[in-house]
């Protein structure tokens, strides 16, 4: 896949207008075959392995949260960087999971290409699935450099999505506490 890469970055040199072997250029293409390599390589990780993993049986039954996850990402409408954070949280029943399994998950699929509303969704039921807890709750603010340096130029957008599955959904006050617990607190 990376010959292939590096082949396709010299032809877009090209095609806008530089010059390929040139001094400051003639790396670029392996550069770029190994930065897509690391960016996309949630397409190679499967998250229910990572889980599975790091689920432990405990009685434990209060809200979870790991908060101010960074996610980077590429919008695959543009194929420029997304970026900003992630809140998660969770109602266990009977089953925990380790700490750095939810990062880890978030990283998996953001390191793909995405819409943030889908990288929402899918992070919310990947912990549904495989922990199967009374609910998931996923908040996720990026700033987008579509946005930002293309089509409307605007620099300060945030956008905000969330996925909320179980008893997040359906009971307001653990909504309203899972959100109370994700402000920022200066």
């Avoid at 032809?11 to 250029?25: A, F, K, N, V, Y």
Wanted: glycine share 6%; proline share 3%; aromatic share 6%.
């Amino acid at each position: 896949m990376s010959k292939k890469i590096e082949s396709l970055t010299k032809e877009l040199l090209s095609e806008i207008g530089e010059d390929p072997s040139s001094e400051g250029l003639i790396a670029t293409p392996h550069r770029v075959a190994k930065s897509f390599e690391f960016l996309t390589a949630g397409y190679h990780q499967d998250a229910g392995k990572i889980l599975s993993q790091a689920i432990f049986k405990e009685k434990y039954d209060e809200m979870v949260i790991i908060r101010d996850i960074e996610i980077f990402s590429l919008c695959e409408h543009h194929l420029l960087p997304f970026f900003g954070q992630c809140h998660v949280g969770y109602l266990p029943k009977g089953k925990l999971v380790g700490i750095s399994k939810i990062p880890r998950i978030v990283d998996v699929f953001s390191r793909r290409l995405q819409i943030q509303e889908r990288l929402t969704t899918e992070i919310a039921e990947s912990l549904w699935q495989h922990l199967n807890p009374h609910g998931v709750a996923v908040v996720l603010e990026a700033r987008h450099l579509c946005m930002m340096m293309r089509g409307v130029e605007k620099q300060n957008s945030l956008m905000t999505t969330s996925a909320m599955l179980g008893v997040f959904k359906t009971d307001r006050s653990t909504r309203m506490e899972f959100m109370d617990l994700i402000k920022k607190r200066g």
